[in-house]
């Protein structure tokens, strides 16, 4: 087990420039989740997948965040057309199939937008 | 957006002290989480407490539920300096729906 994976670590963007985020997920855990962290605030939720199937996304996700997961077993986050506002720890999340589970984090993905 | 709010939002004890953080939430819930998250990491999973069960003990750590109050209390008895971090509540909701919603967290700091 080796625990949930993400890359890259950190990210410098210019403003208007598209980035992919990448998330191993512990590799028996079927559910998969997205989380954005903002300085000082708590994780707010963006995506849920089961398997290969995207169940559940938030108001926060515009059309410029488009996340997938082919076959069940990776995961991408992109954002396209990046703006300040996108700066943020995203942070990639999974669990087994338990009704209630707790949640295995990565370290995340940190995302400056210049 | 946030389920609910956690007070204070900063503690800062000595070393040996014990350390309360308080989380209230805003709907039903199935169960509540604890996370920690050290600075610029990914977060840990502490304890879980279902909605039928009051009390809960892990090793320095009790958590108590008051689900009528819809109020969560954390207790890290006879704390240390690696316990700096930030907690977190987080709420399953009933029903079984498939997301955990987090609050705003507490950063604790405990000093030699």
């Known amino acids: 087990d080796t625990g949930v994976s993400q890359n890259p670590r950190h990210k410098i963007t210019k403003r208007g420039q598209n980035v992919t985020f990448r998330c191993d997920p512990i590799?028996?855990?079927?559910?998969l989740y997205w989380y954005r962290q903002t300085l000082g605030q708590g994780p707010e939720f963006l995506t849920y997948?089961?398997?290969?199937?995207?169940?559940?996304k938030s108001r926060l996700l515009s059309d410029r965040f488009s996340a997938e997961r082919p076959k069940g077993s990776f995961s991408t986050l992109e954002i396209q057309r990046t703006e300040q506002g996108d700066s943020a720890m995203y942070l990639c999340?999974?669990?087994?199939?338990?009704?209630?589970?707790?949640?295995?984090f990565g370290e995340g993905s940190r995302l400056t937008v210049l | 957006s946030q389920q609910g709010e956690e007070d204070p939002q900063a503690l800062s004890i000595q070393e040996g002290e014990n350390a309360t953080m308080n989380c209230s939430y805003k709907?039903?819930?199935?169960?509540l989480q604890w996370y920690r998250q050290n600075s610029g990491r990914g977060l840990v999973h502490l304890i879980l407490?279902?909605?039928?069960?009051r009390e809960k003990h892990s090793g320095r750590l009790r958590v108590t539920l008051d689900t009528s109050k819809k109020s969560s209390s954390l207790l890290i008895t006879a704390s240390r300096a690696a316990d700096t971090a930030s907690y977190f509540c987080?709420?399953?909701?009933?029903?079984?729906?498939?997301?955990?919603?987090f609050g705003t967290g507490t950063q604790l700091k405990v000093e030699l």
């Open positions: 999340a999974s669990r087994d199939d338990g009704y209630t589970g707790e949640l295995f």
């Open positions: 590799s028996e855990h079927n559910r």
């Open positions: 997948f089961q398997n290969e199937a995207q169940l559940e």
């Open positions: 709907t039903s819930i199935n169960n």
């Open positions: 407490i279902r909605s039928n069960e």
């Open positions: 987080a709420t399953a909701p009933s029903g079984g729906g498939n997301k955990l919603t």
